[in-house]
């Protein structure tokens, strides 16, 4: 495939003076930029088209169905002056199938009127490649309704229903199954169906034409343009196009293929037998038609003829020689029948967008660094165990030390920093803002900056560019640009809970440290059945670690993200482990009190059970288990045949091991 490139030549005019705008002063009038060179001579192209095949997995379905999309490889060869690109178009004024000749187009560029000297027109046959914005709010609008997005927002929807109805729901395996699905379940479906839409965007962003883009002094930039296929193709061109490509630059390739026929047959509205005879005489018609076309001149259809044609290609076509020099040819009445097939041929031919021409219009100009720079849009990086800007823990000060990384889209930002309002940052936790040098450029510019506390979703914040002003102190200030965190909040997944020393560590995933309203919460039930809140709290992605709370006991975990409680996937329990003591064991009608302090189980907490043994010198050893009261301080054991009568002592267990210093006699 080959789309032929020209320039626009842009040289006469001094360019309108640029105005920057700065919320605390009046506009500032800046300097135009000084043009110097000549485009044509100084900057080279070149064009591919990027088949839908190809489209549909780089920039998504809804980009590879409506447009044509053609990446240019731009190279500005002058070594003093960068090159400033106003506009890239198509012109398909040569396209025989546009309807146009060159009488079509005369004047047409020319406004009229009283007030001609304020106005410009445009070209009927040229065809702008859409701005890099529109194309990607395009995108982003079809993004909510992509097969993926809508199966996961229905299946959030019906996990939502299922979870306000909970309370009529007895059955508590039912309720944690819902919860689960909520938890685990609906996030484990988007994960394992990732949305690619996101770098999709990132890469109409990245390539996709822009006005006013740089391409620096010796060096080249590649820029994918968007031309919107209804502007130039019918319905069933359409078709062709973006299914079979190749045909539009090579045309006949539909008769030469035998896989074509019953395409050709169609598309041009003959029977295939028809098309079997011109696939026949498709050899001859290469051999007698002329492709170098005169300069000055639109040849006629006998005149593109190449009078060194053999004798028998003329006839196949009913082409007849005249002239001394056998250079001129005619058609009678009697042959035209088979000049029929000539012109189907050269019809088919001339339908090649080979004709139709990427077209560069721009500027050379040294003094780019006068011109403010522009913010077209901010992308974030994703950050490790957590993802990208839509997720809840993006924006915790809890997950990745709260550092976040991104860029600025743009153009003329080389040399510019970054600001975000001392306002807007002090109020949601935002400092250590500051450029990223690495990676770079005039159109990105890296940053980062720090979260020191959570940014509750349906919040926002401006930022924007700015660079000294040459030989002033004054700033060149961009466009701000809004960013407004967007998030379904998660539900955290508590996995289990251990003691490590003299800390309680809980294991999980999700526990992201929100701001209103979907804060997380840790609080303990305490063996006593009251809630407490934990002391040194830590928080993190993770892990949240506290300090062992005093009581001994099983304690239980709870942990809520606003008002939805944790799932719980294996164990939410911790012992602390009792120091008991031995008051009393006391034999009673048919039992044994014990009284003590600290007598507390803890086994079912994978903590120690507390058991107590009963030693005879002459009967043997007894072990014994019973329930505790609730404050400790007793436990009742069912009394034993054999230790009814007898000397006994009376030792704790915790598990396997004996309590030391703990002994009494049984009473």
Not at 174 to 199: F, H, L, M, R
Not at 459 to 477: M, Q, R, V, W
Not at 547 to 574: E, S
Request: hydrophobic residues 40%; neutral net charge.
């Amino acid at each position: 495939m080959r789309i032929l490139i020209t320039f626009a030549l842009t040289l006469c005019c001094a360019c309108a003076a640029f105005a920057q705008a700065t919320p605390n002063s009046n506009a500032t009038q800046l300097a135009p930029p000084k043009i110097v060179g000549n485009v044509n001579n100084n900057v080279s192209a070149q064009a591919v088209l990027i088949p839908r095949v190809d489209a549909r997995r780089i920039f998504g379905k809804e980009i590879a169905e409506n447009y044509a999309v053609v990446e240019v490889n731009i190279s500005n060869k002058n070594p003093d002056a960068a090159l400033l690109i106003h506009g890239i178009f198509i012109d398909y004024s040569k396209w025989p199938l546009s309807g146009m000749s060159k009488n079509d187009l005369l004047n047409l560029d020319k406004p009229d009127g009283p007030f001609v000297e304020y106005q410009s027109a445009t070209r009927p046959s040229q065809v702008a490649s859409e701005e890099y914005r529109v194309v990607r709010g395009q995108l982003l609008d079809a993004q909510s309704w992509t097969r993926r997005n809508l199966a996961i927002r229905l299946l959030t929807l019906a996990g939502s229903l299922a979870s306000a109805y909970t309370f009529s729901i007895g059955e508590r395996g039912i309720k944690q199954g819902i919860t689960a699905a909520t938890g685990v379940g609906i996030p484990g479906v988007a994960t394992a169906w990732p949305d690619s839409t996101i770098e999709q965007l990132n890469r109409v962003s990245d390539f996709g034409y822009r006005a006013n883009r740089v391409v620096p002094k010796q060096a080249a930039e590649v820029i994918v343009c968007f031309f919107p296929i209804d502007r130039f193709l019918s319905p069933g061109f359409r078709r062709i196009f973006l299914n079979m490509p190749a045909l539009f630059f090579a045309p006949l390739q539909i008769i030469a293929d035998n896989k074509m026929s019953g395409l050709a047959s169609s598309a041009l509205g003959l029977p295939s037998s028809k098309v079997s005879e011109l696939r026949g005489k498709l050899p001859c018609f290469l051999k007698i038609v002329r492709y170098a076309e005169p300069d000055n001149k639109e040849p006629s259809l006998l005149e593109q003829i190449d009078y060194r044609s053999t004798r028998m290609c003329l006839d196949s076509f009913g082409i007849v020689v005249e002239g001394k020099d056998a250079s001129s040819f005619k058609v009678t009445d009697l042959e035209e029948e088979k000049f029929k097939d000539f012109r189907t041929l050269f019809y088919i031919k001339e339908a090649s967008l080979n004709r139709v021409t990427v077209t560069i219009d721009g500027v050379l100009t040294v003094e780019v660094s006068s011109i403010a720079p522009q913010v077209h849009g901010v992308e974030f990086d994703e950050v490790e165990n957590c993802g990208a800007p839509g997720a809840e823990c993006f924006w915790s000060s809890s997950v990745a030390g709260g550092v976040r990384t991104g860029k600025i889209v743009g153009s003329f930002l080389s040399g510019a920093k970054v600001v975000i309002p001392e306002k807007e940052a002090k109020a949601l936790g935002i400092e250590e803002v500051k450029v990223v040098q690495e990676g770079s450029t005039d159109s990105e510019l890296h940053f980062s900056f720090k979260l020191t506390k959570g940014v509750p979703t349906g919040s926002s914040f401006d930022i924007e560019a700015t660079k000294p002003k040459p030989g002033t102190n004054d700033t060149l200030d961009s466009n701000v640009f809004t960013v407004a965190p967007s998030f379904t909040p998660g539900t955290p997944q508590l996995d289990d809970v251990k003691l490590e020393g003299d800390k309680v560590v809980v294991t999980g995933a999700g526990f992201i440290d929100a701001p209103a309203p979907n804060p997380l919460t840790v609080n303990l039930l305490a063996p006593d059945q009251t809630v407490k809140a934990p002391a040194h709290l830590s928080v993190t992605n993770e892990k949240i670690t506290f300090d062992v709370p005093t009581g001994a006991g099983c304690w239980q975990v709870l942990i809520k993200a606003g008002g939805r409680d944790a799932v719980k996937l294996h164990n939410d329990r911790f012992a602390v482990l009792p120091t008991p003591t031995l008051t009393s064991a006391t034999r009673g009608v048919g039992k044994i009190v014990v009284v003590g302090t600290d007598l507390v189980d803890t086994d079912g907490c994978s903590g120690k059970s507390l058991r107590f043994r009963f030693i005879s010198a002459d009967k043997g050893t007894v072990e014994l288990a019973g329930t505790p009261s609730a404050d400790g301080k007793k436990v009742e054991l069912k009394l034993q045949e054999k230790l009814q009568d007898g000397a006994w002592k009376v030792r704790i267990l915790l598990g396997k091991d004996e309590v030391a210093g703990q002994e009494k006699d049984l009473q």
